[in-house]
């Protein structure tokens, strides 16, 4: 089996990593704000109004690494025959 999945790594602008470490902090503030619900008994539709947001956050991250991905590192492996 390779394990050069495991080391590979993608360098990344200083704005693309503000970029995200700023939605990752935005999302992680949703799961705060969630838990602070959770403990002061929120109603069941709030929080799943809430979890849903959650979801949209990671779900928009998701699809612009994917995206950054298919631009980037993908047409770089295909030319180095990986």
Known sequence: ??????????????????LIINRLNRISGQIKGITNMVENDAYCNDLLIQLSAVENSVKTLSTHILETHLYTCVPKDLENGD
């Open 1 to 18: 089996m390779d394990n050069n999945c495991c080391n590979k790594k993608t360098k990344r602008s200083v704005d693309e990593k503000k």
